[in-house]
């Protein structure tokens, strides 16, 4: 059972996504491990009026996401599971993703969730996402829409802040930082040879699949922002997806 403030709380959050849509973010679709251009995502014909609709936008955006079903409190040991909630005021929904593993019988040892709005005509935008890195056996499409599929790589997500210019206390989340979409990222290895390259998606996504060692992620500069993000060092672990943020600067003061 929510608390009674959940559709305020949803309503926030889909206020957040509304931000960021506005601040410019583009659907670049799903992701190409070739300089090409992404190809656009799937998106719904008709309006999103019912929660069963708003999981099957987002299942439509994330095909990783393809066979979770709904979430059933009365279930033990679920794993997988989805659930949407209206977003108080505003007419569209807030979709929960959560995927666990590890002794779920007793209510899982690790997890990772994410949280999406889903505007009324379909259009999906990522508010949050978090937890420990999904293992590849867990959820094998994890990769599909980020660039990587295998078992072994980087998993990162690329965002641009500030986005108000004065930081409150407590923070606003409509100042939360917006993803960078159609970013160009490249991963590159301890001898300094670029080894491979992709674009970012909508929320700002990426991926690659790479061999046990080290590497530099880099993101070029991107249209309307200060320049690229700094370099990020990261190991790769053998059956194991590391995860990276790049941090873009929006100039805002």
């Not at 794993?79 to 899982?108: I, Q, R, T, Y």
């Not at 690329?158 to 979409?181: F, H, I, M, Q, Y």
């Not at 998606?201 to 880099?218: H, M, N, R, S």
Request: contains cysteine; aromatic residues 4%; hydrophobic residues 40%.
């Amino acid at each position: 059972m929510h608390a009674p403030d959940a559709p305020r709380r949803f309503g926030l959050l889909f206020a957040v996504a509304l931000s960021l849509a506005a601040c410019g973010a583009t659907a670049t679709g799903t992701i190409s491990t070739s300089a090409q251009a992404p190809t656009p995502a799937p998106s719904l014909t008709i309006p999103v009026t019912t929660p069963e609709g708003a999981m099957s936008a987002v299942i439509a955006a994330q095909p990783r996401f393809a066979g979770i079903g709904p979430k059933q409190p009365d279930m033990i040991g679920q794993a997988k599971w989805m659930e949407a909630l209206p977003a108080s005021g505003v007419g569209a929904f807030v979709v929960m993703v959560s995927v666990g593993w590890g002794d779920c019988e007793a209510g899982c040892i690790d997890e990772h969730h994410w949280t999406y709005a889903v505007l009324p005509d379909g259009g999906v935008r990522l508010i949050s996402e978090g937890g420990a890195d999904v293992p590849g056996d867990i959820l094998p499409g994890a990769g599909a829409t980020v660039g990587g599929a295998g078992n072994t790589g980087i998993n990162g997500h690329a965002t641009a802040g500030p986005v108000c210019p004065v930081e409150k206390n407590p923070p606003d989340p409509s100042c939360a930082p917006r993803p960078v979409a159609g970013a160009h990222v490249v991963a590159i290895d301890a001898s300094g040879s670029q080894v491979s390259e992709t674009m970012t998606d909508e929320t700002g996504a990426f991926g690659f699949d790479l061999a046990p060692g080290d590497y530099t992620i880099q993101g070029d500069a991107a249209p309307g922002l200060m320049g690229g993000p700094g370099q990020v060092q990261v190991t790769v672990v053998a059956g194991t997806r590391s995860t990276v943020d790049l941090a873009y600067d929006t100039g805002i003061r």
